[in-house]
């Protein structure tokens, strides 16, 4: 376990200086040429979400109605289209921890990814309950649809983070009412656009809001945890 200390007497400031003391990291990247790329996975996906072969015959979590859920091996899948947005994802992924981590490349060559890769097709009303993923360190949402905004209904479809400092709204008053961002208590959500990706902690608990669109909301979503090899070449399984 890492430890943290405060600054040393003789190195604190003489005004008051502030510093985030438990941040949650949160990452983000748009796909470069993802609106053909996109449109290729639109089809191939939409297609198979008709097929019940390519349903996960177990979900972890209660299926509501208007939510596929596929199983869990999108990512082995060779059709072009997926593996371009593996590789994508795996390099956006492998940036963001070694940032994180200080890894330096040799460490990186390493470092081997296991994964659960799975994709949602939402029609109207669905959504996702609250959640998070046990038994893995980082996880991931790529959007290949938003599926349409709905005027009457704003949040439609939001992807929402949940604070984690459970008690910091307990006692509220003219004090830290307004906390601004990343001090702030409550919850952070994202409109997803066609083409991001966005890379959290695993344990963040996280849900989609009712999604109210005109089209599908199509997401490809992943769990993924870690190990070290022999420096042989980096790897990742799907």
Not at 37 to 63: E, G, M, V, W
Not at 70 to 75: G, R
Not at 209 to 233: K, S
């Amino acid at each position: 376990m890492h430890h943290r200390r405060m600054k040393d007497d003789a190195l604190l400031p003489p005004t008051a200086e502030i510093a985030p003391m438990f941040a949650v990291p949160l990452s983000q990247a748009r796909m470069p040429g993802h609106e053909s790329i996109n449109a290729q996975l639109r089809s191939l996906l939409l297609a198979r979400a008709d097929d019940p072969q390519f349903a996960n015959p177990q979900p972890s979590l209660k299926q509501q109605v208007g939510v596929f859920e596929s199983q869990f091996n999108l990512f082995a899948w060779p059709e072009p289209p997926v593996q371009k947005l593996r590789e994508f994802c795996w390099t956006e992924l492998g940036r963001t921890l070694q940032a994180l981590n200080g890894y330096t490349a040799a460490e990186m060559s390493r470092l081997r990814i296991y994964s659960h890769t799975w994709f949602h097709v939402t029609r109207a009303p669905g959504f996702v309950i609250a959640h998070t993923h046990p038994m893995a360190s980082w996880s991931g949402v790529y959007c290949v649809a938003p599926g349409g905004e709905s005027s009457a209904h704003p949040e439609s479809g939001v992807l929402r983070f949940h604070n984690p400092h459970y008690y910091s709204n307990m006692f509220l008053d003219p004090g830290n009412a307004r906390l601004a961002a990343p001090f702030h208590h409550g919850t952070w959500s994202v409109r997803l656009r066609a083409g991001q990706l966005v890379l959290f902690p695993s344990w963040v608990s996280h849900e989609v809001l009712p999604f109210h669109g005109t089209d599908e909301r199509i997401t490809i979503a992943f769990n993924c945890w870690f190990g070290m090899g022999d420096g042989q070449g980096a790897a990742g399984a799907a």
